[in-house]
């Protein structure tokens, strides 16, 4: 945390563990660097003289003006500059406890389980007001998704609106089963379904927040089996096989959703991918027909919006003209590419998504909303209802119109509000504003991959479609090892500089740059694979 | 917000939307009454002169003196009161932004849905600057359920703890998946998991966190299927009726269970209950027979601790006997009445609970902790593994210890860490602490069922085991109006007075009062019923 005052002379009145005012005397022309207050808040009083302050959101800059008597604050994590235009002038800065993601340094190891637990006295009972010193400990024994060097996830960092709204469910504390319980964020819930359901462009919809792009795709599966066969709610699985359609590239979690669904994860099919890792639709279109051939049942076909690891997107277009054809429910997971729809830059990647039956969709990992914050969408009115209510639970649901209470369309009774950190950004950046933050993440891109072309021993795995670069690291002579990207990214995580995910081809390993964190730049980029090439 | 001083004189020496700073002059003597700041941290200096001050934690007060230069601070939620020891005295006191849940004044009532929305302007965007006040307004428009009169659900208020560990979940963002991703957090929920097994009784053990006590309670007719018919898993339910045996008061997630697992919910068989809302053995046996005479297969029984309407407790001993007779799988599904485990009072209703196989066990409703706070937990160490690693996402999980990687015993990829909260509390707390705070509303449910009982116009539906306080109001004229607890309920939620919760018997509505908020005293008890008695 630097620059809280730039030539000026700085008082600290009083500082504690939570606590630090600070009175700051300026001279004419004396201005910060741009900086932020990492995860604290700070509040200003301007006690003389007339000041400017710069707000910096990323995206867009607030330049506003503040004399004798007024006070502004500093917004937890946004960057600013503030400029004395007065011959002197005094401020009062206060800072609170921090509350958001340090960005700065971080600790990308840690030692194993049995060792923190007992470093961390993790069994025994601590008095409430140690607690605080304890946690700081533990927090820098954590991994944190903060630093724009943290990419091992499809996540990284958040935006600052997200401890705003964390705040706002801690303050109320409620569940979403009913609307008498939770009246204002079953109205968020409703709203960003609404609105997510308008991007893809389909006319009727429904949907539900769920814990996590997994549980999105459970209950795609799930509600294509109640679609084909409604009867299964009531009398269970007949024994007949039902298969669900993924390419080679999807996410695993559509094994474990056949297994708990009691379809059985064999009947998951893998069909092949193209150079770009797209599910082949002509190998689709035959692997149905063969499942047909077997007397099994073809339910429904899942396209991938950004694999985990090319970030490859499915032809949804192609793939939904297949599914009409054999009247298959078409799922797609955009737990990683579905913010595409924010974009004009990637729009064109999404083209046909309309045809979809239902979408996976989530905000925790590009677009900055706490974890979990994800969602089922479906063009189905009906069919949550029909899937999940159970016309019982007289003791909670009083209401007449089911509508009103979502826990109807959800596996959950008690239900944590997963839409309310990405209304809130969402909310505060506006469609444009958020097409603009991944806008700005594909420049980037298109930067670094220029950038890794041109060097000797950088090979760009493939050009990326999405924000998942992924490039190979050459030993210092020249020579392929297949393992050397692995071992780089061990280093560089033993060494807390990064870390990043690595994957394979039949080439070897590979890193995995991924580009989500809001508060990552060029230099962060480059930084990354100097530091990679530095290891021989 | 009251009692900042006492007779001493208070100078605000600023005060904004986000802080106050205030200087207190003091003579001798002159103390606070026993008050707390709400949501707001407060921060003392001492400035001149001695003080006492005594912290009050609820279960236990601390008392310490601070001179001048010496500074202290209130937590979040707790109470204090200060007293100056020396002739006069000064302090500094820094008031931070409300973190915390309000307890003294709620809305209960709310608009429609599309009021709500049009009201709020939830789908216009709004400047970051302008959304703190946006969101202020959200939550005066919100159920909150941090007042003592919020006892329309299964939990109400929470413990100061879970707002540190909250931050701390914000601050640090990552997954539970991995060991690599979240070595902290996963040793947490894994501490968690082992001592509530100890509790339990078990000797081998393991756990998962999971979103929700149905989460829990799918995850249990998941693990008994898996156990039973581990072929399942890849190749899919065979179509034989797969049956579940839960008792008529049982929650409605096993129906929702059974439907989304592919057994279908006709297979959820009710058993019905004694007078005190508990599963009959005998009649549990004679359907297990009958079930088996259908050619069907029995699964699963779950018996409940602490029904919804009732707070009965299955007596897990009989059934256990009855289950290892027919060797079929024991749940217990703990989601209310699990922390009984805590209570040296109530430990005898959990009498047995060792030779079950599996339980769900909720932190967020009695504990406290943040909801969602729950924990599937089994004496079968290798069962979760067995049942939901599906031997994929090599992207991710890079371990040689699948035992580090939490991920793999999970329905979940991206997983928010449900156990902090409650770690927090428990750690700060201690199990003795924890058991002293039910045993302080068993007290409580004492004190208000002997109010009742003396009362000619409140009827008690029964003696309560648990922490569920069930009582009619009759009407003014002595008439048993069937539907009158249920419009006394309405108007007290429309007064904006109470949020109590209704059910009914045979005779009508009831009121169900449920004792679990940190801050509930007798007098809100007496309030309650007060206000319901004054509606005629």
Redesign the interface.
């Given at each position: 945390m630097n620059g809280k005052a730039g030539s000026s002379e700085r008082n600290v009145l009083?500082e504690?563990r939570?606590?630090e005012?600070v009175s700051i005397l300026w001279t004419n022309k004396s201005t910060t660097p741009l900086h932020d207050h990492g995860?604290s808040?700070c509040?200003v009083?301007v006690l003389e003289g007339k000041f400017e302050n710069v707000?910096d959101?990323g995206n867009k800059r607030?330049v506003s003006t503040f004399e004798s008597g007024q006070?502004f604050?500093i917004?937890v994590g946004?960057k600013h500059e503030t400029q004395c235009l007065t011959l002197t002038g005094k401020t009062?800065h206060?800072y609170?406890?921090?509350?958001?993601?340090?960005t700065v340094k971080l600790k990308f190891n840690?030692?194993?389980?049995e060792e923190?637990?007992n470093k961390?006295h993790?069994?025994q009972?601590?008095?409430?007001?140690e607690?605080?010193d304890?946690?700081d400990v533990?927090?820098k024994?954590?991994?944190?998704?903060?630093s724009p060097y943290f990419m091992?996830?499809l996540?990284s960092?958040?935006f600052p609106?997200?401890?705003?709204?964390?705040?706002?469910i801690?303050?109320?504390?409620?569940?979403l089963a009913t609307?008498?319980?939770?009246?204002?964020?079953?109205?968020?819930e409703?709203?960003v379904i609404e609105?997510l359901s308008c991007l893809i462009g389909w006319e009727k919809r429904s949907g539900i927040a769920v814990?996590?792009?997994?549980?999105a795709n459970?209950m795609a599966v799930?509600c294509a089996?109640q679609n084909l066969f409604p009867k299964?709610?009531?009398?269970?699985?007949?024994?007949r096989?039902?298969c669900v359609f993924v390419s080679a590239e999807a996410?695993?979690?559509f094994?474990?959703a056949?297994?708990?669904?009691?379809?059985?994860?064999?009947?998951v099919i893998s069909v092949p991918v193209d150079h770009k890792g797209r599910m082949k639709p002509e190998a689709l279109d035959g692997l149905i027909q063969k499942v047909r051939d077997q007397s099994k049942v073809p339910l429904m076909v899942s396209a991938t919006f950004g694999t985990?690891?090319l970030g490859a997107f499915d032809q949804v277009d192609e793939l939904s003209r297949i599914c009409k054809k054999h009247k298959i429910w078409l799922h797609v997971d955009g737990a990683w590419g579905g913010p595409a729809l924010f974009s004009k830059k990637l729009r064109h990647l999404a083209c046909g998504i309309e045809n979809a039956d239902s979408m996976t969709f989530?905000a925790?990992?590009l677009l900055g909303a706490?974890?979990?914050s994800?969602f089922f969408l479906t063009k189905h009115p009906q069919i949550l209802l029909e899937?999940?209510d159970?016309a019982?639970?007289?003791?909670?649901f009083h209401s007449d119109d089911p509508a009103?209470d979502r826990g109807k369309l959800s596996?959950?009774?008690?239900?944590?509000a997963e839409a309310m950190s990405f209304?809130?950004i969402w909310?505060?950046?506006?469609?444009e504003?958020i097409g603009e933050f991944i806008d700005g993440l594909i420049g980037l891109r298109d930067e670094i991959t220029a950038w890794i072309k041109m060097h000797p021993r950088l090979e760009l795995i493939h050009m990326p479609d999405y924000l998942n670069v992924c490039v190979r690291v050459l030993s210092l002579d020249g020579a392929k090892d297949p393992e050397w990207s692995k071992i780089v990214r061990e280093r560089l995580?033993e060494k807390n500089l990064v870390f990043v995910?690595y994957?394979s081809d039949t080439n070897g390993t590979f890193l995995?740059l991924i580009l989500a964190n809001p508060f990552l730049n060029f230099s962060h980029l480059e930084q990354i694979l100097r530091w990679a090439l530095e290891e021989t």
């Open positions: 009083f504690s939570l606590f005012v995860g808040q509040f009083l707000l959101f607030e006070t604050s917004p946004t009062l206060v609170t406890p921090k509350l958001a993601q340090e840690s030692e194993n389980s923190l637990k961390l993790l069994s009972a601590t008095p409430f007001e607690l605080k304890l946690l533990m927090k024994e954590s991994i944190s998704s903060g091992n996830q996540f960092g958040s609106q997200m401890l705003m709204a964390e705040e706002f801690a303050a109320t504390k409620t569940t609307f008498e319980a939770s009246p204002v964020l079953s109205a968020v409703n709203e609105e814990p996590g792009g997994s549980a459970f799930h089996r299964t709610k009531r009398e269970g699985l007949d024994g096989n039902l996410h695993y979690s094994k474990k056949c297994a708990v669904l009691g379809l059985g994860m064999d009947n985990t690891v989530d925790h990992k706490n974890l979990t994800s899937a999940n159970v019982d639970g007289d003791y909670l009103l596996w959950q009774c008690g239900r944590k209304w809130t909310k505060s950046m506006g469609t504003g995580k995910n994957s995995r």
